[in-house]
């Protein structure tokens, strides 16, 4: 571990002020002035000025620091397997993986044959995909979904060129080699048939880019033919098969309620049926064995149950409860194949695999180690599999693959992520400790030092946090992380309320009325790090994005002299007046999680903790604001309004702590930038920005 001091920002350059045109916004008979609602006008060149004109002021800032940037991009690199191939996967004939080469940004899917005896390594490579050749001349590239056709004929992926997460099909005979000429736009799902002939995709409505329809295409064909059309806004479709091959399942789902649709996978043309209408606040997911059906359902609680049925009756009185629901376990989701059955658990945030033999009936849980980690079950999609495949990581173990045999109740490390660079796992310590919140409620937070690091309170500490949607945040190795954790930092997550690490009622806890808990839940945890001497006040770089930006944008609102900087990505902040816009993508569908403006009462609430609408004149740290141009789920505006909004407040002046930067990626979306050494140096400013604000 190595110390020293790194150099500051220049703050000579003027920042850019964006031209203030007061806007006068009422709703319920209560007035808003917005000076900087013009830039919901995305594409005027004023707009986009402003916009180059911050990247240039952020640029000269941060000149000081271009060395210590190239310096962490060069570190960084040297940590990455650059010439890398994941664990292949059995389907029908062949084997499939994905590999990366040196000094190219994107990976390459591949596959080769599997010979009578079993060989396969030494066959011939077949490549079905190189992103590589399908990026040349782009800016962005990004494959989202990705499905090869029973016999193995045809592949099938979407594809997004511009980074607002607009996908358009593509679909090759690898027979030929050539593409098929199809033209199919805004794809979000897709799935074969069983017929390899049949291929079911779903779009989204262009005005909200809500995935809203179902289609059919026939390979051959040039018509397609609409199934299903879903007109409730708060609700979206996907598509799925399950992995017996028998069913088809569509999927129209809320954040807290859905609806199946049943389809038999060799028979394409036949009718849909549907599972179960849906029910406020009742979910399902559906799985498939022989002659029966499986049931996570969460209709006797928030944890959820399984049950089972036959497959032809569907009838709630058929039902037969296989797990009850546990108020202390959260069942988050069940897969299964010819011999076995794996329940995925939560147990006091702890994440748990419990394997059963189906032919015995006995049950057993993988044990493991870590005080923090993460583990997901693979999607081995061979029916009769004679093993179960898993990822397990943790903040101080780089991600491993492992096979699993449920029968001798043992694992075998298939691969394990290379750390060049002399990596030792020993020389790191990983730890969980809780804080209390104002509420008495214990906040997890995991946490990851250097052994080196002294606990007297004199290290900087990076704090994590997202904290909405039910979805949680395990611990995960970073090995970008370890250029933080050798120079003395201490990285932790903050496992807030309105994730999903305790369930449902975890998410309920931070979300509509309760969202505010979110907010004295991170900074408890902050607080907590102080108390247990990992760090002082001030010292704290608090860091989340698009939700997460949120909950650290209200955060710094409430106390802004906990925290020594503060990195926003994609920060959703102004609130109350996106959520007033039906016609913004997501607006209809997220009331379930903030709560509709349009009502009186929810617009009071949620004009209490909008970050924008909360914003004044308070010793703010240094803060980093990064967004992407053609981002369609946090508009560009969003950022760019906040940070001008803080600007006119005097935030980022001589008399503040530290800058106030706000950097557009103008050629990306949401995610940032496609390729993976153009994420790298993006993420070499930022650890440079913090390691200037913070030492």
Known sequence: MTRRTFPGFDLSPAAPLAPRKPAILTQHSHARSDAYHWMRQRDTEALLAHLRDENAYADAVLAPLAALQDELYAEMLARIQEDDSSVPVKLGKWMYYSRTETGKPYGIHARKRIAEDGAWQAAPEEILLDENAEAEGKSFYEVGDFAVSPSGRYVAWAEDTKGNRQYRLRVRDLDSGKMLRLKRERITTIVWAQDDRTLFYTVEEPRTERSWQLWRHTIGDTEDTLLHTERDERFSLSVMKTRSDGFIVLTSGSHTTNELRLLPADRPTARWKLFARRRQNVEYELDHHSDRLLVRVNDTGPNFRLVEMPVNDWHRDGWRELMA?????????????????VASL????????????????ESHDIAFDEPAYSVELEDLPEWASPVLRYEFESLTMPDSTFDYDPLKRSATLLKRQQVPGGFDATHYASERIEAIATDGTRIPVSLVRHRDTPRDGSAP??????????IPTDPWFSPTRLSLLDRGW??????????????????DGGRLAHKPNSFTDFIACAEALVRERYTTQGKILASGGSAGGLLIAASLNLRPELFGAALLEVPFVDVVTTMLDPDLPLTIGEYEEWGNPQRPADYRRLLGWSPYDN???????????????????????????YVARMRELGVGTATSRGPLLLRVNMDAGHGGASGRYDALRERARQLAFALAALG
């Open 325 to 341: 629901h546990d108020d202390d376990v959260v069942l988050e989701g069940v897969d299964l194949w010819q011999d076995w059955m």
């Open 346 to 361: 939560r147990v006091r945030g702890q994440q748990r695999l419990r394997v059963t033999v189906l032919a015995s009936g």
């Open 461 to 470: 500490v990076w704090l994590e946090g997202y904290g909405a949607y039910g």
């Open 490 to 507: 201490v990285f932790a997550i903050a496992h807030v309320r309105g994730g999903g690490e305790m369930g449902q009622r975890w998410h």
């Open 615 to 641: 914003l004044a004149s308070r010793d703010y740290p240094p803060m980093l604001v990064e967004t992407g141009l053609h981002d369609s789920q946090v508009m560009v505006w969003e950022p760019a309004k």
